[in-house]
Each structure stands twice: as structure tokens, then as C-alpha cells.
């Protein structure tokens, strides 16, 4: 059965980095549907590292899913108040004189290592770092350097940049905008003005004339067009609002809008973040800063590589049987993973998960994936559900890095902490954050916080909601807290030290080229 035909909503578009969704929302905040796409980004093989946002193959699935949530649940497009939307940071779209797209890659493309390795050496990247607040490892300078290297054609060609979210909005609208949040992701930002850097793009030797103009999150900047309206299902003349960058979008849903406010956002990729009231930009250049979507507001952060992506893959590669039970079930085949991982103590019966580095923007790389300490006597205590447990833990110990360089940085002892994301709906991976980082962690009833501060900007837009403060400030209500256990809590700061060793000594294997890392910077 339909919705009644008097009610009214806000549709948030999220185009991350492992899927894209289409979450409509009422305008008291409550999640009413969703509709999913899993999507993954192909390397060429001419380019080493390189990985392609298609744009027409994703713009099918967005369109789809925002087709999908409408037509399956009854709703007329009439009652969706307005439409906006979030993404992935750091991935670039570009577009020619016609404003076709010529050209896109997403956020961990790293075809530009001899480009990055060349700002390095002639103290470029200190430079923009200084401006930006984020080294040159995934962001738009090393990248358009190039393509004038290697693809001068299209360089050439070039008359629009956005960043990913925009392009979804320029989709609908025909309109270029970004904001301060996701452009800032960019490395061409003046993050202390919030603005675009002049200066970055002298560097560059690079045209202002491509950048959009440059608003804060909420305004509207067009309306649907016909052919959007054709393509989605959205009515026409419906407003198209600015948005943002999936982590800040996340912040924003459970209200994590204040100078102090830790929290992890559990992702395909997972971002320990804190927000500050400057730019405070790490001078050992370990994390990044960013400007939060809130007017005259910033956040540090340390991203967790893959973390939410790595338990994707153990599930596709490894847990046919779990999927098809929960089939079954009627569940979501990780909850039958951490059933299964529950059953493992501490420490996953020695099991080690070697995953995502704790991040170093100036040398940004990981040791190949593995699972090393295997009790091969011993196989029902080493096995599939040792292997889940441990992916859990390498991502609890990625957090509990970043956690110790943000209290080094902002002088705070800072053990409060909210947990949201797709990793916060299980029960066991909070848990083991908690003890691992000795810190009470809580979880928001509200999961897709990045859609639904998506959406309050949406409203804001639509003139429902005149700030992030006023609106629905119930749904930054806890569901739960988890303690931390004291025994757990001790064992984990051993076997935390016995990671960081064991990462060491595996990360030497690929320096010395013996084996493949997770992933590699541009620029090493």
C-alpha cells in the first residue's frame, strides 16, 4: 500500500565509494524507503592505479534507484519537496564546452604518482598543504597535472570541473555549484576562507574559470529539468539543493556540528573525525582537515582505508553459505557474520588482520591484505569466524590510531564517542571499538545519518527548516552506549602494540616490492 498522497518528503541522493542510494525521507525525519546499487570502479590498464567513475554507466543507477524508491512506494513525485544529494570526497568530474562529462575518476584513483612525486620534490605540496589542509596523495592537483601529461587532449578540452556530488546535482539541474565540504576535498581549496585558492591554481597553472561557484551547504541552486524529470521519475521544477560530502553529511545528520564532537563514520571507508571551530591543520601532516558543512566550522579526521569494503569482499568471497541462510532469514547476511564472530574471543584466536594502515597523508601506504597466525592444528578455532572477527578489530585499531593523534592535536582527552554508518548496525563491531579504544561508544538510532543530513539540508533548502539545529532534533537520540570492558580494554592494548608491530614488519614487504599493497598514494 502507498503512502498517503498528503504527506510530503525530501529524496538524499549518496553516491559513495562501493554503492549508490536514493533515501527518502518524511519531513519529521524518518527514513520511509531506500533504494540501493552496489557499484565497483574499473582500473585501465594502461594506467597503473587508475580507477574510472563511468558516468553513464552510474548516472543508470542512480537514476534507477531514484526511479525504484518512487514507483515502489507509491509516492507522487508532487509531494517530494525538494532533492539533494552527497558523495564520496576527493573524486572529479570533468566536462567539456558542451558540458558533456570527458572525463571522471572516484576518490582513491592513483594514476598520478610521478605528477604527486613532482610537487613533492619542488615543495609544491607543502605549499598546499598549508592552504588546503590535505596533501597531494588523492586530490585534484597531481591529477590534472596529469592529465596535461598524458591525456592533453582532454586537458585541453576541459571547461568544467565538480566534484561528484555536484555532478549529480548538475544531472538534475544543469546546474554547477559546489560547497564548502566537498569542495574542500579537492586540495584546491582555501579552507581558513572557504573559498576556492587562487594561489593553489597559480601553482597549477590551472584556469579559475573551470571551478564552480563556491555556496554553503542548503542553498538552492536550480530545479529539476524536464529531462532529469523523464529520466528519474522527480517532477519538474522540483528545487535542487546543495548538499555536500558523505562524512560531514554524516556529522551533520546526528547533529556532530560542535567544536569537541568525536565520532566514526563506518563506511566503505571509515573517517575518525573530530570537529574544531579553526582550521586546525596537523603540522606533521599525518591527517587532513577539511571545512565541515556548518557555516564557520571545520573537522580532522583520519580515514580508515577499505575498512567497511574489506568485510564486503570476506562476504563475497568467502560467506556463500551465510548469504544464503539469511536469505532465508529475511536478514542482512552481516548479521549472520558477527553471529558467527561473536563466538570468537578477543583477540580472534591469534588470528591477525592486516588491512588499512593508520593514515599518514605524506607517505600513505598499506601492507597487502592478509590474515596471518592461522592454528592450522586447530581449525575450529582458525577459521571464517576467527577471519571476520579480526577484520573487525584491524578496523578498531585503525580508529584507536587516529583517535591517539587526534587528542595529541587538539590537547583533549576525548573518550565520548558516536559510532554511525553501515558498520554501526551491528552490535559486535561497536563493541569491539569500545574496548579497544577504552572509550564509551554510542550509536544513533539513525544508521544512514549521511543521507538524512543530506536531507536536512534538503529542507533547509526547501524552506521547511531554517537551520541544522532546528531541525528534527530527535533523530540525534542514542539507541544505545556500549562500555568498555576493563579486561578487554587491557588485552587490547597489548595485542594493539603487537599490531602496529606486525603492520610494520608486513608494510616492508612491499617496499622492498615482494608484495602488492592494499593501496598506494600518489606520489610513493
Sequence with gaps: MGEKMNSEYILAIDAGTGSCRAVLFDIEGNQKAIEQKEWSHDELSKYPGSQVFDTKENWESIRHCIQKVIRNNEIDPAAIRAVSSTSMREGMVLYNEKDEEIWACPNVDGRAREEARFLIENNFAEEIYKESGDWISITSPSRFLWLKNNEPEIYKKTKKMTMISDWILFKLSGEFATDCSVGSSSGLFNIRERVWSSNIANLLELAKTILPEVYESGTVIGTVHSQAAEDTGLLAGTPVVLGGADTQM?????????????????????????????????????????CHSVPNKWMVEGIGFYCGLTMRWFRDAFCDLEIERAEERKVDPYVLMEELAAKVPPGSNGVTGIFSNIMDAKRWIHASPSFLQFDIDNPSHSGKKECIRAIQESAAYISNGHLKIIEELTEKNLRNIVFTGGGAKGQLWSQIIADVLGANVSVPKVKESSSLGTAIYAGIGAGIYTSVDSAFEEKKAIEKVYFPNPENYQLYCELFDRWLKIYARSLELVEQKLTRPLWRANGL
Excluded: N
Design 250 to 290: 554524516g556529522l551533520t545528520g546526528i547533529k556532530r556540528i560542535h567544536p569537541g564532537d568525536l565520532t566514526i563514520v563506518g563506511g566503505s571507508f571509515w573517517q575518525t573525525t573530530v570537529v574544531s571551530d579553526t582550521p586546525l591543520i596537523d603540522k606533521e601532516k599525518r591527517l587532513r582537515t577539511l
